[in-house]
Structure formats: structure tokens, C-alpha cells
Nanobody, 123 residues
Framework: HVQLVESGGGSVQAGGSLTLSCTAF????????FAWFRQAPGKEREGVAA???????SYTDSAKGRFTISRDNEKDFVYLQLNDLKPEDTAMYYC??????????????????WGQGTQVTVS
């Protein structure tokens, strides 16, 4: 398994922005599939944004127009730009990776590599 490390979480006021980062040191990202998930207290983990190895993306409805997933293959980082944050976006955010999928996916079961999460709190 690949150990993923997230960073960039924090506490912001509603309407603010954050950029989350995910990396796996010395593991090449260019040919993999990625996704960001989140889990709020008492709720199930849900997919927020995903990217295929070819750059195709998918978003959950609540993220469309506010969140952007991107990838830097040279630096081996995946990012999640969070804009116009709302209190309901408060959750632990997780990065996930899989080496091959049919397409970008927001399904938890499709990913076998996970990070420990980074907390986002919006007040």
C-alpha cells in the first residue's frame, strides 16, 4: 500500500478558502487515479472530488463550482482547492489513490490507499 499524507486543513470563516495537499513521498503520481473524501462527525465518508490518470474529473453536487481537484505530476502532489466554504463543509478530508480504474470515481470501495486525513472547520 501507498502511504498518503494530507496537509492544508485549518479553521476558516464561512466564505473563506483553503487548499488541501496530498502526497506520497517518492511515489510517482502521474499514472494513478485520485479522489478526495470527507467525513463529518456522525456521518458516513463521502466522495467530494476525483481525477482520473487522464485528467478527467468528477465532483459531488455540493462541491461543483466551489471545489477544484488538480494534480502536479512533477512534484507528485494532488490538491483540493476549497472556495466559498460553508459550515456544512466541516469534516475530516481524506486523500485516496488507486492505480487503475475505469474512470474517475467517488466510491470509497474503489480505493485501497488512504491518508490519515486533515481537518477542515468552517464557522
Amino acid at each position: 500500500h501507498v502511504q498518503l499524507v494530507e496537509s492544508g486543513g485549518g479553521s476558516v470563516q464561512a466564505g473563506g478558502s483553503l487548499t488541501l495537499s496530498c502526497t506520497a513521498f517518492e511515489y510517482p503520481f502521474s499514472d494513478n487515479y485520485f479522489a478526495w473524501f470527507r467525513q463529518a462527525p456522525g456521518k458516513e465518508r463521502e466522495g467530494v472530488a476525483a481525477m482520473s490518470r487522464y485528467g478527467g474529473t468528477s465532483y459531488t453536487d455540493s462541491a461543483k463550482g466551489r471545489f477544484t481537484i488538480s494534480r502536479d505530476n512533477e512534484k507528485d502532489f494532488v490538491y483540493l482547492q476549497l472556495n466559498d466554504l460553508k459550515p456544512e463543509d466541516t469534516a475530516m478530508y481524506y486523500c485516496a489513490l488507486e492505480s487503475w480504474l475505469l474512470r474517475s470515481s467517488l466510491r470509497m470501495a474503489d480505493y485501497s490507499n488512504w491518508g490519515q486525513g486533515t481537518q477542515v472547520t468552517v464557522s
